[in-house]
C-alpha cells in the first residue's frame, strides 16, 4: 500500500471520479491555472481541459448556482470552496436549493452534485477564516455531510460522494492536507453513513470526526499508558450519522466523551448526546461529556487560539472525568 | 410610462453600446394571411388560457381552496406567451413564484397546476411545492423558485451545462425588476457574459418590488442599462404588445442559439393585481388612477383589437375560444377537486434518492 497525503488521495479520487464519469466537473476560484489554493486539484486542468476543470471569479453565491443549475440537467457538478467560511455567502444555493430542489420538485430533480473544501480552524487564521460548518450544515434535510479525517477516508469517500445523487457537502480539513496515510493502490468506494472504530477500546467510547479524529486517537494512545482503554468512533458522515455505531461502542463502555471542532452550542455533540441518551440511558455509568471550541470567535493570539481550540488535553481531561478519576 | 419609451424596433433603445446592434425582425412580416391568422389565434389562446385560469385562481383561493402566497401574473400574459412560443420543445424555461402564466404557456396542463395549487396528490409536483414551486421535468420547465434573484444563477448553470454538452439549446430566464438589486443577478450575469452561455434574462418590469417602486430600489430606472456592466447585449420592450415581446425574443434566442451569447432584456409590463393574493389591488403604493391608466393597455384585449381590425377574429370565434378556455379551467377545477390530499407517507419522500441499493 502506498502511503501518501490526504492531499493526494483527494486529488487521485477527483482525477478517478473526473475518467469514470464526464458529466463531472470541478469548478471553484483557482481551481485550475493556479492548480487549487491548496493544490488538490493539481494536474487536472492539464489532463482534463478547461470546460471541465473551471476556473471562476470570486463569485460564491453564483457559482454555487452554476453547480445546481447543471446538476438540475444531468450534469455531476464538484463545487470547490476555496474554504467553507467563503460557502456562508453561498448558503442560500446549497441550502434553498440544492437540499430542496428534489422534495421540492415532487422528486423530478435529484441534485447529483458536491460542494467542497477545507473546513475548521488552520493555524492563527483568526476569527473570520477558522471555523467548522458541520453543524450547520447537518440541520438540513437533503443533504449529506462528510468529513474525512485521513487519507484513506478522503479518497474513498470523495468517490461515494461523487457518486452519490444526492448533493454532498464534503469538509476537509485545512490542516489535514499535508497528514499521511496508507491508501490501497486498488480501487474502492466508502459508503456515506458509514462510521469506522479507529481504535477499540472498552473503558470509554471517543466520538468525534473530521480533524478531531487525529486528537482522539492521540489521546487513546496516551490515555493507554495510564491503563485506560479508549474506543475512536469517527462518524465519517455527520449526516446520515451512524446511530448504531455510536450506541454499539457506548453500550460496550458505558462511558462517551464527544470531541469536535466546533462550538457547543447546537453542535454535532449535542445530536450524538441525544442519540446516546435515547439509546443508551440504561448503560451509562457517567454524563457524557464533551470537547469543543471555547464559546467565542477564534482569536488570533498564539496562546488564546489555543485555549479555543479543543485538544489531546482536553480530551484526556474529559475522559478522565467521566471515569471519575481525579486528574 | 417610464423614461425611455419602449420600442417595436430592435436594438433602438438600447444604443448605449454598439454590443446590442440587432437586425430588424421579420416576425409577423412576410406570412400569408392564414399563417398569421393561425399564429395569431395560438397567441390569443395562450394568453387567453392565462387570463382566465387566474381568474377563476384567484376565486379558488377567495374560498380557502388554494392556500400559502399566490402570485397572480395577471397583466403580464404577453411576455411568457411572447418569448415561449418562440422556443423549442428541448429548450429551457426558469422563472419566480409569479409561475403560473409561464407554465401554463410552456404547456404545463391547468389540471396539473390546478391541483397543485389544491395541495393535491395529482399536482406537478405531487402536492410539495404549491403556486411557487411549479416544474415539468418532461417539458424543461424548471420552476418556480422562491427566493428572489436565487433562480438566476441557476440559469447560468443551466446554459453552463448546454455550452458544456455542446448543445444548442437555449434557457429564458424570467426574474421581476427588483431582482436585479440583489446580487444573485450580478454575479450569474457577469458569469453568462464572461462565458457566452446561451442564457436569455428576461426581466418583467411591472413597476413593483411587492410595494416599492422600482425608482426607489434601483439608481438606474432603466434597468435595461444595467447589462453594460457585463457588455452584454441588452434591449427593452413594450411588454403589453406581444408581437413587440416576440420580435426582441427571436433575435435574442437566436443570439443564444446560434452565437451562444447571453442577452439581458427589460420587459416593460404591469401586472393588474395586488403582488400576492393577501395584497389589495391598488393600496398604499400606488393609486387607482395609476392602475386605470395601465388597465388600458391589457395584453389581451390589445391582441384582441388587433386581431379584429385585421378581420382576423371575430366575435363568434372570440366567444368560441373563450369558453372553450372556461370549460377547460373549470374541469381543471373539477379535477383537483377531486384529486386525493397525498398520502401521509409522502411527508419523508424524495428528502433524498434511495442510495441504499448501490
Ligand atoms: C431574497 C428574498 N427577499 C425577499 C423576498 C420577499 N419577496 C417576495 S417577492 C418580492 C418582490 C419582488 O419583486 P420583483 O422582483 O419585481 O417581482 P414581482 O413580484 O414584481 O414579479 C419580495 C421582496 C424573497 N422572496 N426573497
Ligand atoms: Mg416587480
Redesign the pocket.
Do not use: K, L
Given at each position: 500500500m502506498a502511503v501518501i497525503t490526504y492531499r493526494e488521495a483527494l486529488n487521485q479520487a477527483l482525477r478517478e471520479e473526473m475518467l469514470r464519469d464526464d458529466r463531472v466537473f470541478l469548478m471553484g476560484e483557482e481551481v485550475a491555472v493556479y492548480q487549487g489554493a491548496y493544490k488538490v486539484s493539481k494536474g487536472l486542468l492539464q489532463e482534463f481541459g478547461e470546460m471541465r476543470v473551471v476556473d471562476t471569479p470570486i463569485t460564491e453565491l453564483g457559482f454555487a448556482g452554476v453547480g445546481v443549475g447543471a446538476a438540475m440537467v444531468g450534469l455531476r457538478p464538484i463545487i470547490e470552496f476555496m474554504t467553507w467560511n467563503f460557502a456562508l455567502l453561498a448558503l442560500?444555493q446549497v441550502v434553498n436549493a440544492a437540499a430542496k430542489m428534489l422534495y421540492m420538485t415532487g422528486g423530478q430533480f435529484p441534485m447529483p452534485m458536491v460542494f467542497r473544501g477545507p473546513n475548521g480552524a488552520a493555524l492563527q487564521l483568526s476569527a473570520q477564516h477558522s471555523q467548522a460548518w458541520e453543524s450547520w450544515l447537518a440541520h438540513i434535510p437533503g443533504l449529506k455531510v462528510v468529513t474525512p479525517g485521513t487519507p484513506y477516508d478522503a479518497k474513498g469517500l470523495l468517490k461515494a460522494a461523487i457518486r452519490d445523487d444526492n448533493p454532498v457537502c464534503f469538509l476537509e480539513g485545512e490542516m489535514l492536507y499535508n497528514t499521511k496515510g496508507e491508501v490501497p493502490d486498488e480501487e474502492y468506494v466508502i459508503p456515506l453513513g458509514k462510521a469506522e472504530v479507529k481504535r477499540e477500546g472498552d473503558h470509554v467510547s471517543l466520538i468525534t470526526h473530521g480533524k478531531m479524529v487525529l486528537v482522539a486517537l492521540q489521546a487513546a494512545e496516551l490515555l493507554a499508558k495510564e491503563g485506560i482503554r479508549a474506543e475512536v468512533v469517527d462518524l465519517r458522515t455527520i449526516r446520515p450519522m451512524d446511530v448504531d455505531a455510536i450506541t454499539a461502542s457506548v453500550r460496550k463502555t458505558n462511558r462517551c466523551v464527544v470531541v469536535e471542532e466546533g462550538w457547543e452550542m447546537c453542535g454535532v455533540g449535542a445530536q450524538v448526546v441525544d442519540f446516546v441518551q435515547r439509546h443508551c440511558f440504561d448503560h451509562l455509568d457517567a454524563p457524557v461529556l464533551r470537547v469543543h471550541q471555547a464559546d467565542a470567535p477564534m482569536p488570533y493570539a498564539k496562546n488564546l487560539e489555543k485555549a479555543a481550540k479543543p485538544d489531546v488535553p482536553k480530551t484526556i481531561a474529559a475522559v478522565k472525568q467521566v471515569l471519575y478519576i481525579d486528574a | 410610462m417610464s423614461t425611455t419609451k419602449p420600442s417595436r424596433r430592435r436594438g433602438a433603445a438600447s444604443s448605449d453600446t454598439a454590443s446590442t446592434e440587432t437586425t430588424q425582425s421579420s416576425t409577423s412580416a412576410e406570412q400569408s394571411p392564414a399563417e398569421r391568422k393561425k399564429l395569431h389565434t395560438e397567441l390569443l389562446y395562450s394568453m387567453l388560457m392565462q387570463r382566465r385560469f387566474e381568474e377563476r385562481t384567484a376565486e379558488m383561493y377567495a374560498i380557502g381552496r388554494i392556500g400559502g402566497f399566490c402570485?397572480l401574473y395577471i397583466g403580464q400574459e404577453a411576455v411568457s406567451t411572447g418569448f415561449i412560443s418562440l422556443l423549442r420543445e428541448d429548450d429551457y424555461v426558469i422563472t419566480?413564484?409569479?409561475d403560473h402564466g409561464q407554465a401554463l404557456a410552456r404547456g404545463m396542463t391547468p389540471r396539473a397546476i390546478m391541483a397543485e395549487l389544491f395541495g393535491r396528490i395529482d399536482g406537478c409536483v405531487r402536492g410539495k411545492g404549491g403556486s411557487m414551486h411549479l416544474f415539468d421535468k418532461s417539458l424543461g420547465f424548471l420552476g418556480g423558485h422562491?427566493?428572489?434573484?436565487?433562480h438566476i444563477p441557476i440559469a447560468a448553470g443551466v446554459g453552463f451545462a448546454i455550452k458544456y454538452r455542446g448543445g444548442d439549446q437555449v434557457i429564458v430566464c424570467f426574474?421581476?425588476?427588483?431582482?436585479v438589486n440583489?446580487g444573485a443577478f450580478h454575479e450569474a450575469l457577469n458569469m453568462a457574459a464572461l462565458w457566452k452561455l446561451p442564457c436569455l434574462f428576461v426581466i418583467?418590469?411591472?413597476r413593483?418590488?411587492?410595494g416599492?417602486a422600482v425608482e426607489r430600489a434601483s439608481a438606474i430606472n432603466d434597468i435595461y442599462k444595467r447589462g453594460a456592466s457585463y457588455d452584454m447585449p441588452r434591449d427593452v420592450v413594450d411588454g403589453q404588445d406581444v408581437f413587440a415581446v416576440r420580435a426582441a425574443a427571436e433575435t435574442a434566442i437566436a443570439r443564444a442559439r446560434t452565437e451562444s451569447m447571453p442577452t439581458l432584456l427589460e420587459i416593460r409590463t404591469y401586472?393588474f393585481m395586488g403582488?400576492s393574493m393577501s395584497d389589495a389591488v391598488s393600496g398604499t403604493y400606488r393609486t387607482k388612477e395609476e392602475l386605470e391608466k395601465y388597465l388600458k393597455r391589457d395584453p389581451v384585449v390589445l391582441l384582441r383589437s388587433t386581431m379584429e381590425e385585421a378581420g382576423d377574429l371575430s366575435a363568434d370565434e372570440w366567444n368560441a375560444m373563450d369558453e372553450e378556455i372556461k370549460a377547460i379551467v373549470q374541469d381543471s377545477i373539477d379535477f383537483a377537486e377531486n384529486s386525493p390530499e397525498p398520502p401521509l407517507e409522502a411527508l419523508l419522500e424524495d428528502v433524498l434518492v434511495d442510495t441504499t441499493s448501490d
Open positions: 442560500d | 402570485h419566480t413564484y409569479r422562491g427566493i428572489v434573484g436565487g426574474m421581476g425588476e427588483a431582482a440583489n418583467e418590469n411591472n413593483y418590488g411587492m416599492t401586472r403582488h
